[in-house]
Nanobody
C-alpha cells in the first residue's frame, strides 16, 4: 500500500485558481479523480512517472495542468478558470505502471483522503 498525502483545495470564486499537491511514498503513475455527492468518481488528470505523458478529462483540458516533481514523488494539479461544476472532493490516486484504463477508478488501489474544492458564482 502506498501512502498519499494531499494538500491544497479550498473555496474560490468563478474564474479563480487553486493548486492541489499530492506526495506519494514511492514513484508511481499518479493522478486525480473528483466526486460530487450522488455521482460516481470522475477522472480528472493523470501523469506518468516516466516519459512525462499527461492525460486529461475533456471537461478540464485547457484549464487544468498536471505536473510532477519526480525527485519528491509529488504531483500537482493547477486549476485555472474554475467553474461551479468543478466543485467536488478531489482525490489523489496512484498505481504502479501505466494502464490504458487510467481513467477508471477501478484501476487504482491507492487513494488519498480527498480535499474539497468549492467554486462559487
Amino acid at each position: 500500500q502506498v501512502e498519499l498525502a494531499e494538500s491544497g483545495g479550498g473555496s474560490v470564486h468563478v474564474g479563480g485558481s487553486l493548486r492541489l499537491s499530492c506526495v506519494a511514498s514511492a514513484p508511481m503513475f499518479m493522478g486525480w479523480f473528483r466526486q460530487v455527492p450522488g455521482k460516481e468518481r470522475e477522472f480528472v488528470a493523470g501523469h506518468s512517472h516516466n516519459g512525462g505523458a499527461a492525460y486529461y478529462a475533456r471537461s478540464v483540458r485547457g484549464r487544468f495542468t498536471i505536473s510532477r516533481d519526480n525527485s519528491k514523488n509529488t504531483v500537482y494539479l493547477q486549476m485555472n478558470d474554475l467553474k461551479p461544476e468543478d466543485t467536488a472532493v478531489y482525490f489523489c490516486v496512484a498505481r504502479r505502471g501505466f494502464s490504458v484504463q487510467y481513467s477508471l477508478p477501478t484501476s487504482y488501489v491507492n487513494w488519498g483522503q480527498g480535499t474539497q474544492v468549492t467554486v462559487s458564482s
